[in-house]
């Protein structure tokens, strides 16, 4: 699209300018944040809000919340009125990213400086499991190295992290949940956005950022193969906006899904790495998404490339038939996911970007009604916990 493409050329410029001297000398990739100091923990007694108002779509299951923004992970009561949903946090390790919850309750969750376990139910950390790759200095920020997206396997007994590797390609470490130990690392792409899992644990695929990629990894034999997904091809290479972040697996089929910028939906076939292209109708950069037990997908918009031309942050509800509505967003968001009857998607207010937000926007998905709640420090992932025996 004529529209799409000069816009990417014009990211491109503005993004070299912004470059230093040593980083185009080093392939051009993109400056990593300075390490900082720790920012302050959110206080584990919250407090409630004089205006608070009513959640949508209560009773509601708990939430846990990765606070990209400070070291915690948040639990959150989503049928509590504002600050009330807040129901304290636990250190985890710097920046924490991605996050997984295993049957047993215990919540998988990869940080800058390894993956986390923590037992939700007595809310405390019992294990952090060091990154076996070389990252470099731990910081914060959106470049910062360490893990990024994580899945577990069916069974529970692996958890997959992709790690990013500022400046190179990034790994597949995997984390035996038993032992607690790294026994495989494999390598893929350039900061590795998100993990997906086959319902049959039989691959796992890598969502590439950087590199305009997805990797599938046979669980078996360790083996990768590398699919290109750029719908709008790899001009300008490390700084186009136009690039692959999230993925969810189609339950009817096994496809494996990635929005663009509200235009074009990628869909890819596991089995032989071919790539088709569907329309969509939202035209807002796209992050985050899920797939409901129905195949119906659920798709954060963060927010226009060029305000100029570009529709504002917005949750795509796109139907298996591929029929489109929009719900409108006060603002960026990042990440989506849903409660167990599909009834409720909870939006994280957190952002890889500036703009982010402390707190979740919680989505009737029959009516489109959506309420604010003010939760944890940038929250970036969401997971619903199991409810309790």
């Known amino acids: 699209m004529t529209t799409r493409a000069a816009l990417a050329r014009t990211a491109v410029l503005t993004a ?3 470059l230093t001297a040593t980083l185009l000398a080093a392939c051009g990739s993109p400056a990593p944040a300075p390490t900082s100091a720790p920012v302050p923990t959110p206080t584990a007694t919250p407090t409630p809000s004089a205006t608070a108002t009513a959640t949508a779509g209560a009773p509601s299951p708990a939430l846990l919340v990765t606070d990209f923004g400070a070291d915690t992970v948040t639990f959150v009561d989503p049928a509590r009125p504002g600050r009330a949903a807040d129901l304290g946090s636990v250190r985890v390790g710097t920046a924490p990213y991605g996050l997984a919850v295993a ?3 215990t919540a998988w969750v990869a940080t800058a400086e390894g993956v ?10 019992v294990a952090l499991v ?3 790759t070389r990252t470099g200095p731990v910081t914060t920020g959106e470049y910062r190295g360490g893990g990024m997206g994580i899945a577990l396997s069916p069974d529970g ?8 590797v500022p400046g190179g390609n990034g790994t597949l470490e995997v984390v035996d949940t038993a032992s607690r130990t790294v026994v495989q690392v494999v390598p893929v792409g350039r900061r590795p956005f998100d993990v997906d899992v086959s319902a049959d644990g039989r691959q796992v695929y890598v969502t590439d950022h950087d590199s305009f990629d997805v990797t599938t990894v046979d ?3 360790w083996a990768t193969r590398r699919t290109e997904v750029a719908p709008y091809g790899t001009e300008g290479g490390l700084g186009s906006w136009l690039k692959p972040h999230y993925a969810a697996v189609r339950p009817s089929d096994g496809a ?12 890819v076939d596991p089995s032989t790495g071919r790539v088709t292209v569907e329309p969509m109708t939202a035209n807002t950069h796209q992050h985050g998404v899920t797939a409901a037990p129905d195949g119906t997908l659920y798709i954060v918009g963060t927010g226009p490339i060029d305000p100029a031309a570009d529709a504002g942050p917005s949750l795509t509800v796109r139907a298996p038939d591929g029929s489109e509505r929009l719900v409108p967003l006060d603002g960026p968001h990042e990440t989506v996911t849903l409660s167990p009857d599909a009834r409720t998607a909870y939006v994280s207010g957190g952002f890889t970007r500036e703009g982010g937000w402390d707190g979740l926007t919680v989505v009737d998905t029959a009516t489109g009604r959506t309420t604010r709640l003010p939760v944890g420090h940038l929250p970036l992932a969401v997971a619903v916990l199991p409810d309790r025996p």
């Open 130 to 132: 060091p990154h076996t």
């Open 219 to 221: 669980t078996a034999t």
């Open 116 to 125: 986390a376990a923590v037992d939700t139910r007595t809310r405390t950390r």
């Open 103 to 105: 049957p047993d309750g």
């Open 256 to 267: 494996l899904l990635l929005p663009f910028e509200g235009e074009r939906l990628a869909v």
């Open 157 to 164: 007994a692996r958890a997959y992290v992709g790690v990013n």
């Open 16 to 18: 070299l300018i912004a």
